[in-house]
């Protein structure tokens, strides 16, 4: 049932998005006008191409350079705009960030707000970014534990994300009444890190996506009576 559900709902969900593509439109459209652009609009602008272009390239290799002619922007451009790359950085993992928590709030609406329901719609939502793509080395997620530095941005927002979806475990396995709403919370958490961390090919990304759910489901029924 889950793999049927998991498959259905991947390929409903294409790896490049409406908005990426949406985008573009708006690169193209405003090349030859930047000038009359408002700054925030700008930085969106460089942020979604940023993310097309990690589709397709390993974050680690940022380049301005191809940035640049991701966006039309010139370098200097990109630079006045974001004022450094540890802060165009830091500008876009805080994009990946709101749009992770977007899904946990989706994944709330359409469980109901029931907190079994939420905590499995929580991983289905996992197991479907992992079936609907196949595996590229710059796929845009922050990464777990792929920068040595501890203080890299992406690094640092990844920690702060993982922090955050731990709370909002513990808070659901506690309005499920779990025997150890910690313990859930931890043996869920642990699933989610490994499940969110790059994988060596596509075959392996989908078929820890077949499985994920199953084993989220039995997970929980062994912490919460129905």
């Not at 876009?92 to 905590?119: F, I, K, N, T």
């Not at 929580?122 to 990464?143: H, M, N, R, T």
């Not at 025997?179 to 499940?195: F, H, I, P, R, S």
Request: hydrophobic residues 40%.
């Amino acid at each position: 049932m889950w793999k049927a559900m998991v498959d259905e709902l991947a390929q409903q969900d294409e790896r490049e998005p409406d908005s990426l593509r949406g985008a573009r439109s708006v690169i193209r459209r405003k090349n030859g006008r930047h000038s009359q652009a408002a700054t925030g609009d700008l930085r969106n602008i460089i942020l979604e191409a940023a993310v097309a272009l990690f589709y397709r390239e390993p974050i680690e290799s940022l380049n301005l350079d191809r940035l640049a002619d991701q966006t039309g922007f010139s370098k200097s451009r990109i630079y006045r705009i974001f004022g450094s790359r540890k802060a165009f950085l830091e500008a876009y993992a805080d994009l990946l960030c709101d749009r992770e928590r977007a899904r946990w709030r989706e994944a709330g609406h359409r469980s109901g707000e029931e907190p079994v329901q939420h905590l499995l719609e929580l991983f289905i939502d996992v197991a479907v970014e992992l079936a609907s793509y196949d595996y590229q080395p710059g796929q845009p997620q922050l990464p777990a534990g792929q920068f040595a530095d501890e203080d890299h941005p992406l690094r640092l927002s990844r920690t702060r994300l993982g922090r955050e979806f731990r709370a909002l475990l513990i808070r659901l396995a506690i309005a499920a009444n779990a025997v150890d709403a910690e313990a859930l919370a931890d043996t869920l958490m642990m699933l989610w890190e490994n499940a969110t961390g790059n994988f060596k090919s596509g075959s392996d990304s989908r078929r820890v996506a077949q499985r994920l759910p199953s084993l989220v489901d039995h997970i929980i029924k062994s912490y919460v009576m129905l």
